[in-house]
């Protein structure tokens, strides 16, 4: 089955400056990319996705970049704000819902 | 809509019970699915449903076993229940693809 690694397991940033998680993925069929936030307490939630025949996907301050090639897929968090502390996981599948997770991120920005 | 909801929210069991969590959602969804999260390990798929009356065995499905009677519900029930088993169980749902709409979490310690 797919397997997909998240680096770094923890990440600390100051407000207004840029977060960057990056997840590697093993199957190369593999051609949808969510990621989710989960805040403490609560179920996770998608925050942004991107396809395979996508190189790149922006969304206000997140963006979400796909290299096919080396089978990477990074989550970019810009002007980053207090609000953006929680866990990050990423995903991978074949089948667009037989979703294979990332073990997370835990961000902290710092005020 | 109330979304995506589970029952109960904190169960603690001894070794050896048995227990049904419950989740339901009211958004039509064809798509349902249980997971469960540990620390540093992410979300493991343990059962799905790609519609009423159907199950399928995800990544960790030993123990564990699930009905979809009503396309509404997805019941996950533990019939002899494990230490091994203490986690927090979320249940999701979706369309067919794409976003997949998580609920609340139950808290579940096995002793």
């Known amino acids: 089955g797919e397997n997909v690694e998240q680096h770094p397991s923890t990440l600390s940033v100051q407000e207004g400056d840029s977060a960057v998680i990056k997840c590697t993925y093993s199957d190369s069929a593999s051609n949808y990319f969510p990621w989710y936030k989960q805040e403490l307490g609560k179920g996770p939630q998608l925050i942004i996705d991107i396809r395979s025949n996508v190189g790149e996907k922006k969304d206000q301050r997140i963006a979400v970049t796909l290299n096919k090639t080396a089978k990477h897929f990074s989550l970019h968090i810009t002007e980053t704000q207090p609000e953006d502390s929680a866990v990050y996981f990423c995903?991978?599948?074949?089948?667009?819902?037989?979703?294979?997770f990332g073990a997370g991120t835990t961000v902290t920005v710092r005020a | 809509n109330a979304g995506v909801t589970q029952t109960p929210k904190f169960r603690v069991l001894k070794t050896g019970q048995s227990m049904t969590l419950l989740c339901a959602q009211d958004?039509?969804?064809?798509?349902m699915y249980w997971y469960r999260q540990d620390p540093g390990m992410g979300l493991r798929l343990i059962h799905y449903?790609?519609?009423?009356?159907?199950?399928a065995k995800g990544e960790v499905p030993d123990g564990y076993n699930v009905s979809r009677l009503k396309k509404q519900n997805f019941l996950l029930g533990l019939e002899s229940a494990a230490p091994s088993q203490t986690s927090v169980y979320f249940c999701?749902?979706?369309?067919?693809?794409?976003?997949?709409?998580f609920g609340p979490g139950t808290r579940l310690t096995v002793t």
């Open positions: 999701a749902s979706s369309y067919t693809s794409n976003e997949q709409y």
């Open positions: 995903a991978a599948t074949i089948n667009d819902y037989k979703l294979s």
């Open positions: 449903s790609v519609g009423e009356g159907t199950t």
């Open positions: 958004m039509n969804h064809e798509y």
